[in-house]
């Protein structure tokens, strides 16, 4: 089996059980939507209810009939995505049944978005552990990013890195926020790491989670949710909904402030440069121009601030007419930087091919000539002086 765990620690005892992940989550109800996607990921039965809405959230695809290998969740910000992040960390390296060799030692590894992220994930994960009087006993030894626990699984969080990755046993690995992980040795960190957890993943059969707000029409999250989504598999599962239907008890006032301020930065991120820009470059190169656009975005908006003057209206939230213009004027920016990018790449590139055909022509002429040489030398001592290959 995988390591849904022993059946009577499924993923919905753990979160119930105020003795386990429960004792932390207090009240359970407001937590339904996560807890139905959880126990189809883990390919638990669903009741009526359950699985109408786990229809809602999964493009009406059927449940998983055992527990998947990778869980995509796409939900907006604040709809407890890092919170169950580190729900599910604690319960894979506590509950998990995990294929390892005699003492080796196996990492649920959790990679965030920033080290602050990192930290948010980190103080759950203690939380959780720490409030539940049976996990509490658990902890062996806990430092600033991992805490050891007695089964000998080490739970250990981090900014994303592929470097974090390598060399270690991964029993498990959760991505908190995909979708906005920078590195500035890479244009596709997302897609990098998630290669590197797999080899590993897959000689302990180990889950992977992804979590994340959508962002863009990019990257490893946009393309599972492009193949994934509403697909019937027992492999991969795909969800995705607001974060209202993850958080009932987020206000319709605060949702409505981040919805304006998250549609101001996909106007900027989403809208104009990965549909423009995805035509004329490559993914790959567009990513990279959004890295270091999101780069520029905070002293971007301290020049916006220093006109306006008033910078309480403008951020947070960006107001709109100010968000939209200033989003035509970025996307604009960037379509003329990024042409002219193509352009001098192109350039080169082309200098590049004929300095290339030019050097075979030479060689070729040059090869052509000693061959030629070498025939007229062998003929010569075959029929005497002045004799040609060609006159004979
Ligand atoms: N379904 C929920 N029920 C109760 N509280 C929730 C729920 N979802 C999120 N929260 C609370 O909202 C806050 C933000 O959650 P967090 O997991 O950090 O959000 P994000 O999705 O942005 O990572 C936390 O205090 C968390 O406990
Ligand atoms: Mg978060």
Redesign the pocket.
């Known amino acids: 089996m995988g390591d849904a765990g022993p059946a009577r620690f499924s993923i919905d005892r753990t979160l119930t059980d105020k003795r386990l992940l429960g004792a932390a989550l207090q009240d359970v109800a407001s937590w339904t939507t996560w807890r139905t996607v959880l126990k189809a990921a883990f390919g638990l039965t669903l009741n009526r209810d359950e699985a109408r809405a786990f229809a809602a959230v999964a493009g009406s695809r059927k449940p998983p009939q055992q527990r998947v290998r990778e869980l995509w969740a796409i939900i907006g910000r604040r709809g407890g995505?890092?919170r169950m992040a580190a729900a599910l960390a604690v319960h894979l390296a506590c509950f998990g049944t995990h294929r390892l060799a005699r003492g080796e030692v196996g990492a649920v590894l959790v990679l965030a978005a920033s080290r602050d992220?990192a930290q948010?994930v980190f103080s759950y994960i203690v939380g959780f552990l720490q409030a539940s009087p049976i996990l509490s006993k658990e902890i062996v030894n806990i430092t600033a990013h991992e805490i050891t626990l007695r089964n000998g699984i080490l739970i250990s969080v981090h900014a994303n890195s592929f470097r974090t990755v390598r060399g270690r046993t991964l029993v498990a690995c959760i991505f908190?926020?995909a979708a906005f992980w920078r590195d500035e040795a890479s244009a596709t960190p997302d897609v990098e790491v998630y290669r590197a957890t797999l080899p590993s993943l897959a000689t302990t059969n180990g889950m992977l989670i992804g979590i994340s707000t959508p962002y863009r029409k990019l990257g490893l999250l946009h393309q599972k949710h492009r193949d994934h989504f509403g697909v019937d598999s027992d492999d991969v599962l795909v969800v995705q909904g607001s974060t209202r239907r993850f958080n009932p008890t987020l206000s319709e006032q605060t949702i409505a402030t981040q919805r304006q301020a998250d549609q101001a930065l996909t106007e900027l991120h989403v809208a104009r440069p990965a549909g423009v820009m995805e035509r004329l470059v490559s993914p790959e190169l567009c990513a990279r121009g959004i890295n270091s656009f999101t780069r520029d975005l905070p002293s971007l908006l301290t020049s916006v601030k220093l006109v306006d003057g008033d910078a309480r209206q403008i951020w947070p939230p960006l107001r709109p007419p100010i968000a939209a213009a200033f989003a035509a004027t970025m996307a604009e920016a960037q379509d003329r930087r990024f042409s002219a990018d193509w352009a001098k790449n192109r350039e080169s590139r082309d200098a590049a091919v004929r300095a290339e055909q030019q050097r075979i022509a030479d060689w070729y002429q040059r090869a052509t000539e000693e061959q030629e040489e070498r025939e007229n030398a062998e003929a010569r001592e075959h029929f005497g002086p002045g004799h040609r290959k060609n006159s004979v």
């Open positions: 995505k890092s992220q948010t908190d926020e």
